[in-house]
């Protein structure tokens, strides 16, 4: 679903 993705999305921004 798109709110996983977006999970997905910040987990690797907070991994940056």
Known sequence: SAV???E???MK???L
């Open 8 to 10: 997905e999305v910040r």
């Open 4 to 6: 996983h993705h977006l």
């Open 13 to 15: 921004a907070i991994r």
